[in-house]
Structures are given as structure tokens and as C-alpha cells.
């Protein structure tokens, strides 16, 4: 755990020079390294191979193989093996770069989390366990040397693919394995969901349910007979930490139900501090420095992955909604917290003001008051493009102007449930994924609050119109069955430049419902 700064001219496989020691566990070394052939930084992990010489030969293959499966569920989100080696009777598998810190790391820099916090980190697990879970594909050695938490984005896991490779019960952190791996049983997904409680327990308690006791076999004894630490911090989330850390895996809570635990822990927040930022709410992960040198890196791993700039008719909070022509008329209230902006989190979000304040609006802005029930800021020579309704209540308004490819949609429903999450991945994305545009999602429903109110987002890529588009859409509940939702699409080519940004973090900014 901790860091070992070398001073070596080693290299693996003649292309990989290791720089540095950046974690520990039993039986896996994870270095930081150049590559020679392209110049760029990355993570080597070391681990021993099987005993057996059929089974090490065979083991680079099908660990590569397994971990770039596992990937492309959760493009992103789950960090891709690009490389393995077997070398010096050990297994090297390299990862590109993560531009983030080991959850161990940060537990050690900062003491355990707030429940808040903890829930966040949780809630984006859960959603990279659901993704691989999905597509067949389990963990098995998820621990806080696998989890990177990331001040621009969701956390990124590390690890798949590791899981039977050597010939230990359990590879990595014994003190994280379920009973049943404990026993050398296979991991399947009640394992999965173990370790998340472990995770939990660790964030909340600044300890694992299990203290390691030095060798492997002894902590997985433990794991197997002892009753875990019960915890003292938890708070809120007590029942679903000792749920997840029962010994019977038929026993366990289900995904959904640590899913809805999680996310009332962050609506009875609202609005909470951003999910890894420090306690000082100061920027910490990116631009760390690495042996001789900072590095500043988007991490490789940002593989791209899907959106449907479609306008298609939904039911649901972020899907098309219906509507009457009645609806009562704008009544602005003042948001109870600003957003994050998605992909600009190093630009703080400006202090808030109406949206018919002029001088807080950037040049070029007006507000528009719309009939239906809801104000926003505007750029110049924008204008409703298109309406849908239905006899719900609930409408879509398109706002966009002529020449100019990109597009707001807002989007009012009174059938979205109690579940911001749960209306994008149920609802609306199983529509995008029929509607033949190319959907691909990018990275995990991310639970959030907006204006003190339940929230959720999601980022796609799509094909319209013969250009590959991109869209960033934001849900949120106004409770009684109602809810918002905010779609942002540009060319995706598009999505990076100053005016597009600024467009999306003053909508974000501005956007106010008409609260009954």
C-alpha cells in the first residue's frame, strides 16, 4: 500500500520501463511504467503464475482475453488490459494510465468517508458490477487496490480478468474475499456483491470487516469462520452493509435493493458535496506526480461509447414525454445547489442567478420563459424547434436555431417513479438501444442531486443524420410521479469546444421548473 519510488533501468519485455511501486497486495505488485514504443505512461501489475506449465502458458491469453470482454460492457469504466507478458515466471498485465487514485490511497490519506461519500462510491461500483454481471462476467478480486476514484469522473475499476489466474484462492487483498472464495469455492456475482460491502464497511469505518493477519491462508480462515466487525459508523447504511457481509450468499440483498439504499442516503442529502473531491472540497487527483515527473493524462481508458441524439416518443423521465396545452404557467424558484458540469470539472460552476438577470447570464444569452412550465437561458437566435405531447401532461420542447447542429430538449413527464437511476437504465435506455442509431453508452448512470432534488445522468453516443453525435442527459425528480430532464446533444467531434461547454453550464445553471 503506499508508494516505493525506484531507481531502475528494468524493463519488461523490452518495452515497459518500471518507474515505480504504486500498490501492494498479497501476491500482486502494480508499478507505474513508461512504454518505450509509444512514449506514453501506464500500470503494470505483477502476479504469480500458476504452478503448473500448461497453466501459466495459458494464462496471459485468457487473462487478456477476459479483461477486454469485461471492458467493452463498461467501456470507460472499466479499465482494458492492452498487453500481457509472462516473464521471470510471473504474469504482467498492462493497463493504459489512469488519471486517478487508489481508493486504499485516498482511505489512508484522508480517514473514512462521510455517508454521503461513501454512497456515491458505492453507487458507481454498483453500476460497473451491473454492467459486467449483465454480459456474464464477474470480478472476484474487487478491493480497494482495484477501484480508482477520479476528480473528473466515476470511478474506474480495475482487475477483471484476474480471477483464477493463479493458483490462490484469492489473488489479491484475502481480507476482501467472500466466505465462500474463502473456501475455494468458484466467485460468482454473490461474491461480487460481498466485496462491495467490504468496500462499503471499509469507506465508513476506515478498517475491512476482516483484518488481514498476515498470510493468506490465515485471513481467508477468518473470512470463512469469524463473524465480520460489526460496524459503528455506518449510520444510515448500517442494514445494507451487514445485508451485503452475510455469510450465506443466498442471503445477500439484491442489486436493486443496495441500489435504492444507496440512493436514499443521497436524496436525504441533498445536495451533497461533490463525490471524490477531498473534505475541503479542494482538487487532489489529477496532475499527480509519477517518480521524476507530473504527469496530466486522460486516461486511455475513456473509451468511447455511445449516443442517440433520437427524440424518439418515451415514457419516462429522460424520454420523450405527452402532455396538454394547459399547463400552468412558469413560476421561477431558486435552485437549492449548483450542478457539476460534466466534462469541465476543473471550471468551477458560477454563482447562481435567475434566468431573466441579464447580468448574470454570459454574452449572448437571453432568458425564455416557456408556456409549458419551466424558464432557461438561451443563445441568441435560439428557438423552439419542435414539440411533442402527449395526454399525460407531459411534453418534450426541442430548442435549437437554424445552422447550428446542436440541440436542448426538455423533457416533462408525471410517470417517471421514484427512481432517477432507474428511469434511465429501465425506460429510456432499452429504447435507445432498439432505436437503430448506434447507441453506445459512455461510462455508468451516475446518481447525482440537482437543484436539492434525486437525480441521474447519462452520457451516449449516436449516429443522426450521418454524424456520430453526442449526448449528455440529466434526470431529475420533483416528486408525486414528476420529473425533468435535460438532453444536450452536439456533433461529438464538437463536444470539447469553449462554446459548447460554457452552452451546457449555463442550461445546467439557469433551468428552473415551475414547482407546484
Given at each position: 500500500?503506499?508508494?516505493?519510488?525506484?531507481?531502475?533501468?528494468?524493463?519488461?519485455?523490452?518495452?515497459?520501463?518500471?518507474?515505480e511501486?504504486?500498490?501492494?497486495e498479497?501476491?500482486c505488485v502494480?508499478?507505474?511504467a513508461?512504454?518505450?514504443?509509444?512514449?506514453?505512461?501506464?500500470?503494470?501489475t505483477?502476479i504469480?503464475?500458476?504452478?503448473?506449465?500448461?497453466?501459466?502458458h495459458r494464462?496471459?491469453?485468457?487473462?487478456?482475453?477476459?479483461?477486454?470482454?469485461?471492458?467493452?460492457l463498461?467501456?470507460?469504466?472499466?479499465?482494458?488490459?492492452?498487453?500481457?507478458?509472462?516473464?521471470?515466471?510471473?504474469l504482467?498485465?498492462?493497463?493504459?494510465?489512469?488519471?486517478?487514485t487508489p481508493?486504499?490511497?485516498?482511505l489512508?490519506?484522508?480517514g473514512?468517508?462521510?455517508?454521503?461519500?461513501?454512497?456515491?462510491?458505492a453507487?458507481?461500483l454498483?453500476?460497473v458490477?451491473?454492467?459486467?454481471?449483465?454480459g456474464?462476467?464477474?470480478h472476484?478480486?474487487?478491493?480497494?487496490?482495484?477501484?480508482f476514484?477520479?476528480?473528473?469522473g466515476?470511478a474506474?475499476?480495475?482487475g477483471?480478468?484476474?480471477a483464477?489466474?493463479?493458483?490462490?484462492?484469492?489473488?489479491?487483498?484475502?481480507?476482501?474475499?467472500?466466505?465462500e472464495?474463502?473456501?475455494?469455492?468458484p466467485?460468482?456475482r454473490?461474491?461480487?456483491?460481498?466485496?462491495?460491502?467490504?468496500?462499503?464497511?471499509?469507506?465508513?469505518?476506515?478498517r475491512p470487516?476482516?483484518?488481514?493477519?498476515?498470510?493468506?491462508e490465515?485471513t481467508l480462515?477468518?473470512?470463512d469462520?469469524?463473524?465480520?466487525?460489526?460496524?459503528?459508523r455506518a449510520?444510515?447504511?448500517t442494514?445494507?452493509v451487514?445485508?451485503?457481509?452475510?455469510?450465506?450468499?443466498?442471503?445477500?440483498?439484491?442489486?436493486?435493493?443496495v441500489?435504492?439504499?444507496?440512493?436514499?442516503?443521497?436524496?436525504?442529502?441533498?445536495p451533497?458535496?461533490?463525490?471524490?473531491?477531498?473534505?475541503?472540497?479542494?482538487?487532489?487527483?489529477?496532475?499527480r506526480?509519477?517518480g521524476?515527473?507530473t504527469?496530466?493524462?486522460?486516461?486511455?481508458?475513456?473509451?468511447?461509447t455511445v449516443?442517440?441524439?433520437?427524440?424518439?416518443?418515451?415514457?419516462g423521465?429522460?424520454?420523450?414525454?405527452?402532455g396538454?396545452a394547459?399547463?400552468?404557467?412558469p413560476r421561477?424558484?431558486a435552485?437549492?445547489?449548483?450542478?457539476?458540469?460534466?466534462?469541465?470539472?476543473?471550471t468551477?460552476?458560477?454563482s447562481?442567478?435567475?434566468?431573466?438577470g441579464?447580468?448574470?447570464?454570459?454574452?449572448g444569452?437571453?432568458?425564455?420563459?416557456?408556456p409549458?412550465g419551466?424558464?432557461?437561458a438561451?443563445p441568441?437566435?435560439?428557438e423552439?424547434?419542435?414539440?411533442?405531447?402527449?395526454?399525460?401532461?407531459?411534453?418534450?420542447?426541442?430548442?435549437?436555431?437554424d445552422?447550428?447542429?446542436r440541440?436542448?430538449?426538455?423533457?416533462?413527464?408525471?410517470?417517471?417513479?421514484?427512481?432517477a437511476?432507474?428511469?434511465?437504465r429501465?425506460?429510456?435506455?432499452?429504447?435507445?438501444e432498439?432505436?437503430?442509431a448506434?447507441?453506445?453508452r459512455?461510462?455508468?448512470i451516475?446518481?447525482?442531486?440537482?437543484?436539492?432534488?434525486?437525480?441521474?445522468?447519462?452520457?451516449?453516443?449516436?449516429?443522426?443524420?450521418?454524424?456520430?453525435?453526442?449526448?449528455?442527459?440529466?434526470?431529475f425528480?420533483l416528486g408525486?410521479?414528476?420529473?425533468?430532464?435535460?438532453?444536450?446533444t452536439?456533433?461529438?467531434?464538437a463536444?470539447?469546444?469553449?462554446?459548447?461547454r460554457?452552452?451546457?453550464?449555463?442550461?445546467l445553471?439557469?433551468?428552473?421548473p415551475?414547482v407546484d
Amino acid at each position: 500500500m503506499g508508494r516505493a519510488h525506484v531507481s531502475t533501468d528494468r524493463t519488461v519485455a523490452e518495452r515497459y520501463r518500471l518507474v515505480e511501486i504504486t500498490h501492494r497486495e498479497t501476491n500482486c505488485v502494480r508499478w507505474y511504467a513508461d512504454d518505450l514504443r509509444t512514449g506514453r505512461p501506464c500500470l503494470l501489475t505483477r502476479i504469480g503464475l500458476p504452478r503448473d506449465a500448461a497453466g501459466a502458458h495459458r494464462a496471459p491469453a485468457r487473462v487478456l482475453r477476459a479483461a477486454q470482454s469485461a471492458a467493452r460492457l463498461c467501456p470507460g469504466r472499466i479499465a482494458g488490459v492492452v498487453d500481457t507478458v509472462e516473464e521471470s515466471g510471473f504474469l504482467w498485465t498492462v493497463t493504459a494510465w489512469i488519471d486517478g487514485t487508489p481508493l486504499d490511497e485516498v482511505l489512508a490519506e484522508e480517514g473514512a468517508f462521510d455517508h454521503v461519500r461513501a454512497a456515491r462510491v458505492a453507487l458507481e461500483l454498483l453500476d460497473v458490477l451491473d454492467a459486467a454481471h449483465a454480459g456474464g462476467v464477474t470480478h472476484g478480486e474487487l478491493s480497494p487496490g482495484q477501484v480508482f476514484l477520479r476528480e473528473g469522473g466515476p470511478a474506474v475499476v480495475t482487475g477483471y480478468g484476474l480471477a483464477g489466474a493463479a493458483p490462490a484462492p484469492r489473488l489479491t487483498a484475502p481480507s476482501y474475499a467472500s466466505p465462500e472464495q474463502a473456501r475455494g469455492e468458484p466467485a460468482g456475482r454473490a461474491a461480487d456483491l460481498w466485496a462491495l460491502g467490504a468496500l462499503l464497511h471499509t469507506m465508513l469505518e476506515g478498517r475491512p470487516p476482516f483484518r488481514d493477519r498476515g498470510r493468506p491462508e490465515a485471513t481467508l480462515k477468518g473470512v470463512d469462520r469469524l463473524p465480520p466487525r460489526a460496524p459503528v459508523r455506518a449510520g444510515p447504511l448500517t442494514q445494507v452493509v451487514q445485508g451485503l457481509l452475510r455469510k450465506d450468499p443466498r442471503e445477500r440483498p439484491a442489486g436493486q435493493v443496495v441500489r435504492g439504499a444507496l440512493t436514499r442516503v443521497l436524496r436525504e442529502a441533498a445536495p451533497g458535496p461533490r463525490p471524490h473531491g477531498p473534505r475541503t472540497g479542494t482538487v487532489r487527483y489529477a496532475g499527480r506526480e509519477r517518480g521524476r515527473r507530473t504527469t496530466l493524462l486522460g486516461t486511455a481508458l475513456a473509451v468511447v461509447t455511445v449516443t442517440v441524439a433520437v427524440l424518439a416518443a418515451a415514457r419516462g423521465l429522460p424520454g420523450a414525454g405527452t402532455g396538454s396545452a394547459d399547463a400552468p404557467p412558469p413560476r421561477v424558484s431558486a435552485p437549492a445547489g449548483l450542478p457539476d458540469v460534466p466534462g469541465d470539472p476543473s471550471t468551477p460552476a458560477p454563482s447562481p442567478s435567475p434566468p431573466d438577470g441579464a447580468g448574470g447570464l454570459p454574452p449572448g444569452y437571453r432568458a425564455h420563459h416557456a408556456p409549458e412550465g419551466f424558464s432557461v437561458a438561451l443563445p441568441e437566435g435560439w428557438e423552439r424547434l419542435d414539440t411533442s405531447r402527449g395526454a399525460d401532461r407531459g411534453y418534450r420542447v426541442t430548442f435549437g436555431a437554424d445552422g447550428d447542429p446542436r440541440t436542448l430538449a426538455v423533457t416533462y413527464s408525471e410517470r417517471v417513479g421514484s427512481d432517477a437511476v432507474a428511469v434511465w437504465r429501465d425506460d429510456v435506455e432499452p429504447r435507445l438501444e432498439r432505436s437503430g442509431a448506434g447507441y453506445e453508452r459512455i461510462g455508468g448512470i451516475r446518481a447525482t442531486t440537482y437543484q436539492g432534488r434525486e437525480a441521474a445522468d447519462l452520457e451516449w453516443y449516436a449516429a443522426a443524420g450521418g454524424t456520430r453525435v453526442r449526448t449528455f442527459g440529466r434526470g431529475f425528480l420533483l416528486g408525486g410521479g414528476r420529473g425533468f430532464s435535460l438532453r444536450w446533444t452536439t456533433p461529438a467531434a464538437a463536444w470539447e469546444e469553449p462554446a459548447s461547454r460554457e452552452a451546457l453550464r449555463t442550461f445546467l445553471r439557469t433551468f428552473r421548473p415551475a414547482v407546484d
